[in-house]
């Protein structure tokens, strides 16, 4: 089993930046593929980035590309979410996701992932 625990969001301004982090325990993490997914009411969970094991691959939402940045600290076991130039539209519920790949394929299906966080809000006012 992972545990995963978001925290970091909040309320900013348009233009603003925040940064989100996911601390993971439990089993070992190797081959350990971690995403964000964010989810408004009435809405599908979105993907918004993936980063490999290693942190040597990463892949990202079409919508979040040049504003958003995955990274990961292994010796911590802690994904990062750093969101800049931020607009009203980015508000949402941010879930941090795993899910065990040998072959460390990013997948932006939610479907595929196994282990979830609680949800940590971000508000992005005009």
């Known amino acids: 089993q992972v545990q995963l625990v978001e925290s970091g969001g909040g309320l900013v301004q348009a233009g603003g930046s925040l940064r989100l982090s996911c601390a993971a325990s439990?089993?070992?993490?190797?081959?350990?593929?971690m995403a964000w997914f964010r989810q408004t009411p009435g809405q599908e969970r979105e993907f918004v980035a993936a980063i490999s094991w290693s942190g040597g691959s990463t892949y990202y939402a079409d919508s979040v590309k040049g504003r958003f940045t995955i990274s990961r600290d292994k010796d911590k076991n802690t994904v990062y979410l750093e969101m800049n130039s931020l607009a009203p539209d980015d508000t949402a519920v941010y879930y941090c996701a795993a899910r065990f790949s040998g072959r460390q394929i990013l997948r932006s299906d939610y479907q595929r992932y196994d282990y979830w966080g609680q949800g940590t809000q971000v508000t992005v006012s005009s």
């Open positions: 439990g089993r070992t993490f190797s081959y350990l593929v």
